[in-house]
């Protein structure tokens, strides 16, 4: 049996010490090849292998203290839209209410001296609810992972609230210990905390709104066709693949599926990031997501559910935003252990002050002001060494934040990932976002990749009398009807564009690698279309003219066929593999910004020199006649790291030998193993735009950690005290935990200005 990938939603995640247990969990099951933890979506991917099941996955996770569920893969669509869906009114706001009342009534006890309001034991009760109600599930899990020896931000806030919350309560009920009651900073501290992560969790939304766009491209309903009954409204999750649908304009493609009736216009720029709409006619297959422009389409559903190219970039965008970056490696292993040694310090700045510090510093006691009366506050000073070092152990507990540094690379990489998929672009994952960021030398396939990889015909020189351009390219186009040749597409499409009709042709012989014969409608003799050197050897005879003709083009990398009528050369086409219309632009877009550009193909010199004449490149950039090992041994010697953009399909080698593979194509190009990157449309612009986007995103991640780390390191020893002796500035627990709110606040809202253009 074979490994299966699975995409757990996981509850009770608070920070990156949460997400070292979980994955460490998970890795050390039965069967797990690989699992990847994601804070910002509370997702786990993990590859499994039997006999491992989901079921002993979750049953691990629960026990640790996270309970999961498996997300249903048949249904991308749904759950993505389920998993998004507004809260009510109630549920959305009552974090925020609770939050803001708890505020206004520690500040109303702060300036409280006389009344009910001063009274402690008003306190104490309003306390013990706010501990019961919206501070429990702080406490209950805080407590779950001490016991379990993983803790998290949970953790220490609750240490926090708690220590001062006790400390008060023996402080009522026997005053005799000569300590202060300060039953309203539990209060302050809850009320900022879930003030923080109110303000958070709409952050977090918000990184995940390009995935809920991409999800708002399938309509709930569509228009199913039965027989000669008029057509029916169904739920699109009841179609399957053989049903037919009616498309009206207007409407959006709820499936993948194939035109029967009808031609149309599509704007696919929703899926593809292609702006010009596709004209389509019978036969064309489309995408999910695709708005039907001009007239009704009969369609037949070839897939549907999460099996449509829409489903499954939605699947794909998500793996890739699960899948972490290396550079995370580092924030994990420290948010690991990373409350440990803020647990450590607390209880060092505990006992450094109660036994050692206010000896040393009596002027710490001394010089700072106390409030009146029995009601201290933890923020207006301390006059016992207990009181002051309980205040700053509380302060060093509440200030530390953890979801800082295990949000600093997800969010940005869940912004970068959401916004490529919008424009077109499909990360495979974190890692390839980091690559991409460090990319040198970009390497480009010619055909499929900077032509078209469909030849046209572009040139035509008539030889008989009074023979026009259009009848020749009639002739020619009449005689490959029935043939399959690229070359023969190239004349039909030609003649289609042109409007002519073909001519019947009888007795059709294709002779391979020289050309096609036949008898042509209102043709007296044998008519022959190829090569010219094999006319010769049926016995025609070429001008010095179309001599001449033929050598320039095929100079400049077209194939030139000659059509004969008997022994009478009628006249010659010229056929090449025209540019994408925007190679030139990607490339110069390219090299302004630095990158080494060069060419691998396969194809022959005078097409790739043509090729290097139109896109202003050097001779020593080019290489051609190569094989797919050569094109290996070529990516070996470029400046590494080295970027391989292809078509996809027959430059897979390449593609998977790159640092980075790239694969330029459709929405049916998707689910390509080789490549890192897929761009889904005929964009080469894309590529430079990728290559931005991810040097953006890593320059966000690297700003989100310096932030982390940085923040740590400057308020955990200002938390501690270092400052009080000499300079007299003392962060107290309030403000400490509206500074760790800010914290993960900032490290969001960072990784949300990749959004911007």
């Keep these: 049996m074979t490994s299966q990938a699975l995409l757990l939603d996981i509850d009770g995640m608070k920070c990156g010490g949460c997400v070292s247990a979980v994955e460490k969990r998970l890795l050390a099951q039965p069967g797990v090849l690989e699992a990847s933890v994601n804070l910002l979506s509370r997702t786990a991917w993990v590859e499994l292998d039997p006999p491992g099941t989901a079921e002993d996955l979750l049953q691990s996770l629960a026990g640790l203290g996270f309970p999961g569920r498996i997300r249903p893969q048949q249904s991308a669509l749904e759950q993505l839209r389920e998993s998004r869906a507004p809260l009510g009114w109630w549920q959305r706001w009552r974090e925020l209410v609770i939050a803001l009342s708890l ?5 109303a006890a702060h300036l409280s001296e006389a009344g009910p309001l001063a009274d402690m034991r008003l306190h104490g009760l309003v306390a013990t609810v706010a501990l019961a109600g919206p501070g429990r599930m702080i406490l209950v899990r805080g407590w779950q992972g001490l016991r379990r020896g993983v803790p998290a931000m949970d953790s220490l806030v609750g240490l926090g609230v708690f220590s001062a919350y006790l400390a008060s309560l023996v402080a009522l009920i026997w005053p005799a210990v000569g300590w202060s009651c300060f039953f309203n900073e539990p209060l302050m501290l809850l009320g900022f905390v879930l003030l923080g992560r109110f303000l958070e969790d709409r952050a977090r939304r918000r990184t995940g709104d390009a995935l809920e766009s991409l999800a708002e491209l399938q309509p ?7 027989g000669d009954h008029p057509p029916r409204a169904v739920r699109v999750g009841g179609l399957r693949p053989g049903d037919r649908l009616r498309i009206l304009p207007g ?70 935003q699960t899948r972490k970056a290396p550079i995370q490696a580092l924030a994990d292993r420290w948010a690991g252990r990373f409350t440990w040694i803020v647990l450590a310090l607390a209880i060092t700045t505990f006992l450094f002050w109660w036994l050692i510090g206010t000896e040393l510093f009596p002027q710490v006691l001394a010089g700072m002001p106390h409030a009146a009366g029995h009601h201290r506050s933890l923020g207006a000073g301390a006059n016992t060494p207990v009181g002051l070092a309980l205040q700053l152990a509380i302060a060093v507990l509440v200030v530390a934040c953890p979801c800082a540094l295990g949000l600093a690379t997800p ?85 289609e564009g042109k409007g002519l009709k073909l001519l019947q042709c009888t007795e059709s012989c294709t002779v391979a690698g020289a050309g096609v014969s036949g008898e042509l409608e209102g043709m007296e003799h044998t008519c022959r279309l190829g090569r010219l050197e094999w006319l010769e050897q ?120 790159a640092n980075l593979g790239i694969a330029v194509g459709t929405g049916t190009q998707i689910a390509q193993d080789s490549a890192d990157l897929v761009v889904l449309g005929d964009r080469l612009m894309a590529v430079p735009q990728a290559l931005e986007l991810a040097k953006r995103c890593m320059a966000k991640v690297r700003q989100n950690l310096a932030w982390a780390f940085g923040y740590n390191l400057l308020v955990l020893p200002l938390a501690a005290g270092f400052l009080l002796p000499h300079f007299g500035l003392l962060l107290t627990p309030p403000l400490a935990a509206l500074l760790m709110a800010l914290s993960s606040l900032t490290v969001v809202a960072n990784a949300l200005l990749l959004k911007l253009p």
């Design 251 to 320: 409407d959006r493609l709820p499936v993948d599926g194939v035109v029967l009736l009808g031609c149309s216009s599509i704007d696919e720029s929703g899926l593809t990031g292609e702006p010009m709409p596709r004209l389509v006619q019978p036969g064309a297959e489309l995408a999910a997501g695709g708005l039907n422009l001009q007239a009704p389409l009969e369609l037949e559903v070839l897939r549907s559910g999460a099996d449509s190219a829409l489903a499954r970039l939605i699947q794909l965008v998500q793996q890739a």
């Design 103 to 107: 505020l206004v009534i520690s500040s």
């Design 220 to 226: 709930d309903n569509a228009l199913l066709l039965l």
């Design 411 to 495: 969010a940005a990489i869940s912004v970068a990932t959401g916004r490529a998929a919008r424009m077109g672009l499909l990360f495979r994952g974190g890692e390839v976002l980091q690559i991409a960021a460090s990319v040198r030398t970009v390497l480009f396939d010619k055909t499929g990749t900077l032509s078209r990889g469909r030849p046209l015909v572009e040139a035509s020189l008539p030889l008989a009398d009074g023979l026009e351009e259009l009848r020749l390219l009639q002739l020619a186009a009449s005689l490959e009807q029935h043939t399959r040749h690229p070359l023969a597409w190239a004349l039909l499409q030609g003649a």
């Design 538 to 657: 049926q016995g025609v005879r070429p001008q010095t003219a179309a001599v001449e003709w033929q050598a320039l083009q095929a100079k400049g990398g077209a194939t030139v066929l000659a059509l004969a009528h008997g022994t009478q050369l009628l006249g010659l086409l010229a056929v090449r593999d025209a540019l994408r219309s925007d190679a030139l632009a990607a490339l110069q877009c390219l090299k302004e910004r630095g990158y080494g550009l060069g060419v691998l193909s396969g194809d022959r010199e005078g097409p790739v020199r043509q090729l290097a004449s139109d896109l202003n490149l050097e001779f020593q950039q080019l290489a051609w006649g190569l094989s797919p090992a050569q094109k290996l041994a070529k990516l070996e010697m470029a400046q590494k790291p080295v970027a391989m953009v292809g078509d996809g399909l027959n430059d897979a080698p390449a593609l998977a030998a």
